[in-house]
């Protein structure tokens, strides 16, 4: 029986950390051995919002797919491309718009969040012509944002799926929206020209909540992040500065590992126990017993990370000596979900009579 298809996608935005890690890479791998997938990073949906800033866009689509290969997903268990390979992904997206309302465009609560937390930033207020400065309006002259590329991005995002009739597709809660009309673009599609595509259903993971150096979420726009790409010594460096507990003042206070009142955001070191150290109760009993201070503590914690990195590092450096390989990869991976789109667009072509 043939399998399930997994599809999922990532704009490209930087380098990736422990957080996307532990939020999706880590449940990709293990989708790869279960489902036949399909990875992809959305280099196409990164200019919805940034066509005015494309010069490191590439790098970071190549990053991304380095910081995938480092985390072991393996391209022998599943299909790994950018999207500007696959030119499907754009005529799909062309042909759904032809029976997307506008209405369900205008309405998705995502853009229009989007929309309001772009227009807050200074390229955005510039772009509203508030408070523009001469550099500022000149920028925002090239940065409108309520495009037609933009308000379309879930059309966009409805034909990556539906291209290789995705069933199951593994987001984030933030994106569940965005699924919702994925399905209701296909079942439009197939209520006009007969049962071409699948209803793709969310794949929704229990993920633990990373806390990032300095106790807020982990983000790259708060620069707290741990990126998978660490030396020995930066993810020293990284352990030693997180935050600890604000009233653990000497090693032998009493200490509060876990969010409360005294310590509302719990300790940052503790949280990566929970996930990097076998035995970590044992960890939270010293420290709240004023037996363990946060120095030692760290220490401690740097050497459970140090197998995890060092494996990150090893393959990292495999491919950074045979760079022709991440090419390769692409290329091959753009090849299969090249063959898949083109059967999905015969039927497409066909069910709508343009052949
Ligand atoms: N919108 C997704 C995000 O921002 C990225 C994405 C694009 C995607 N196309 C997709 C995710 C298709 C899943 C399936 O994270």
Redesign the pocket.
């Known amino acids: 029986m043939a399998r399930e298809v997994v ?5 490209p935005t930087g380098r990736l950390h422990i957080g996307h890690y532990w939020g999706v890479l880590k449940n990709w791998v293990s989708l790869s051995d279960r489902y036949e997938c399909y990875f992809f990073v ?1 280099d196409w ?1 990164m200019l919805t919002t940034g066509y005015a800033d494309t010069a490191a866009l590439q790098a970071n689509a190549r990053g991304y797919v380095l910081d995938w290969l480092t985390t072991g997903l393996d391209p022998e268990k599943c299909v790994i491309f950018k999207q500007s390979d696959v030119p499907e992904h754009a005529e799909l997206a062309l042909l759904l718009g032809m029976t997307t309302p506008l209405s369900w465009l205008e309405n998705n609560p995502t853009w229009k969040e989007q929309l309001q937390e772009l227009s807050k930033t200074k390229l955005g207020k510039a772009a509203a012509g508030e408070e523009a400065t001469a550099s500022e309006g000149m920028a925002a002259s090239r940065y409108e944002l309520r495009t037609f590329g933009f308000l379309g991005y879930p059309v966009l ?1 409805a034909a ?2 539906l291209l290789y009739r995705g069933s199951r ?1 593994p ?1 984030g809660q933030d ?1 569940l929206p ?1 699924l919702e009309l994925s399905r209701e673009i296909a079942r439009k599609f197939n209520s006009i020209y007969g049962p071409v595509f699948v209803e793709p259903q969310p794949l929704l993971t229990q993920t633990p909540k990373i806390l990032g150096t300095d106790g807020r979420k982990m983000s790259k726009s708060y620069g707290n992040g741990v990126e998978l790409e660490q030396t020995p010594e930066s993810l020293r460096a990284k352990v030693m500065s997180m935050y600890t507990d604000k009233t653990k003042i000497r090693a032998d206070d009493r200490g509060h590992p876990e969010p409360c009142p005294e310590n509302p955001t719990g300790c940052v070191v503790y949280a990566l126990h929970q996930l990097y150290t076998p035995g970590f109760e044992k960890i939270g009993e010293a420290c709240r017993a004023g037996r363990l201070g946060c120095v030692a503590d760290k220490k401690n914690l740097i050497q459970s990370l140090e197998a995890p990195f060092a494996e990150f590092r090893r393959r990292r450096e495999s491919y950074a000596a045979h760079p022709e390989k991440v090419d390769e990869i692409l290329a091959a991976g753009a090849q299969k979900a090249r063959a898949a789109a083109a059967k999905t667009m015969d039927q497409v072509r066909q069910a709508m009579r343009l052949k």
């Open positions: 599809v999922s996608g990532m704009r959305a949906h995002q990556d799926i597709v987001i994106q965005h």
